[in-house]
């Protein structure tokens, strides 16, 4: 099926949200029931967030236009649920989790998923949503119900790795070719990224990655939609009430371990004229991309220093507010505008594109596309697919991912290293 949505879903659906004690509110990603990965769905971050599990509606697209025809088809399924919302924060009432592949002729395609059962926390409200079709209501389940149905963590596999589409000197010797065409001024930056297979000796309890995670990496948002699991610490887009902020990374350096040496560190990286080069590229990639739809932009003059356990990124926070014509515009249509930025692809966007399939021979699959969840007004947030893997459908395996950016200044070796510091976040949640 090629530019059309396909829906699943049962008759009549109807959603009911009532508010939790945040109190006695444990972990959310610890609510998850079974450790299918399959069957989890999350956006969490520093505590925040949501979580999901069940399925009462799926919507599959694909095409260059997979956005827009989720998009619509979301927004026809929501004008039918009858939605009964006590909390009325963003998260609750009818939401969707949903991932995008980063290539329009990926097989990956789209997809939104419905759960039917939705838990969540934003400051000292929490609440519970149920999504059923209207002949199977029922009273929402209490956090004690639900903290019942969780199954008993599964054994740590152990993990062995192996490469993907390419090998270390391979794709060494694609991204020297790369810093040719750049040199050549053929582009102005790409963005490499390459693949790694984990094999499991037995099933993976994605609850437990997804916990690692959210405790390594409290400042990302912590994911799981569909098998694709990841923590990011790009946000591609947020959009509450009319207001859009996003925060973009590009420019990294590794962690020393040693406090004081990564001040150091962080200073470099801020004085550093390749990286500074290559945030300037994604930031003007996303004001660019912003502003037809943009009564305002505010973006700032410099970039600053984001911390993270095993990476150093420049960072920049942008925030817009929509034109009166676009007003009415999902947090999914803003993230289809935007995707893909030159963080993720590089700029020019379609050359710099085409540079990635001839050079980094292999598909990404959702890797690097939107991740995220949609409400029922159109309001949501959407990361960029991250420090991230998709989970094999039988649970014993995954594929790994990491991507850099590559301008005329990079070195093959010193941008091999650093997707090995990108895959690192992966590689210890696994391992833990």
Not at 185 to 201: E, I, Q, S, Y
Not at 351 to 375: L, T
Request: glycine content about 8%; overall charge negative.
């Amino acid at each position: 099926m090629t530019d059309a949505a396909h829906l699943t879903a049962s008759s009549t659906l109807v959603a009911r949200t009532i508010a939790v004690p945040a109190e006695g509110l444990p972990d959310l990603l610890g609510l998850l029931p079974a450790p299918d990965a399959r069957g989890a769905a999350a956006w969490v971050r520093r505590g925040e967030g949501v979580v999901g599990w069940g399925e009462a509606a799926r919507i599959t697209t694909d095409g260059v236009d997979r956005f827009a025809t989720a998009d619509a088809a979301w927004r026809s399924l929501t004008e039918h649920m009858v939605v009964r919302d006590e909390v009325g924060l963003p998260g609750t009432g009818a939401i969707a989790f949903g991932s995008f592949s980063f290539a329009p002729d990926s097989p990956a395609g789209g997809v939104l998923v419905v759960p039917q059962i939705v838990v969540g926390r934003r400051g000292d409200a929490a609440w519970v949503t149920t999504i059923t079709s209207a002949a199977d209501l029922v009273p929402p389940p209490t956090i004690a119900e639900i903290r019942a149905r969780v199954a008993p963590p599964l054994p740590a596999p152990a993990v062995e790795y192996a490469d993907g589409a390419l090998t270390r000197r391979q794709w060494r010797a694609q991204v020297a070719a790369v810093i040719d065409l750049i040199r050549g001024a053929k582009v102005g930056k790409v963005v490499m990224a390459r693949d790694v297979r984990a094999d499991l000796d037995g099933p993976l309890d994605v609850r437990r990655l997804l916990s690692n995670l959210g405790r390594d990496y409290r400042s990302c948002w912590t994911f799981a939609v569909d098998g694709l699991v990841g923590a990011t610490p790009e946000l591609l887009v947020r959009r509450e009430r009319g207001l859009i902020s996003s925060r973009v990374l590009a420019g990294t350096i590794q962690r020393s371990g040693d406090d004081e040496a990564d001040l150091a560190r962080a200073a470099s990286l801020a004085r550093s004229s390749k990286d500074l080069e290559e945030h300037e590229f994604a930031v003007d990639s996303l004001t660019r991309s912003l502003a037809p739809f943009a009564a305002s932009t505010n973006a700032p003059d410099a970039p600053f220093v984001l911390h993270l356990p095993n990476v150093m990124h420049l960072a920049s926070d942008v925030t817009a507010v929509l034109a009166g014509p676009h007003a009415q515009m999902s947090s999914l249509a803003v993230a289809a505008a935007l995707h893909p930025t030159a963080a993720v692809c590089g700029t020019p966007t379609d050359v710099a594109a085409q540079v990635i399939a001839d050079h980094e021979q292999m598909d990404r699959d959702r890797y690097a596309g939107p991740v995220g969840w949609i409400g029922a007004d159109g309001d949501g947030e959407w990361g960029i697919a991250l420090r991230s893997a998709q989970v094999d459908a039988d649970s014993r395996g995954l594929r790994l991912f990491a991507g850099c950016g590559i301008v005329a200044a990079s070195d093959p070796a010193d941008e091999l290293a650093e997707s090995d510091a990108k895959l690192e976040p992966m590689r210890s949640a696994l391992a833990s």
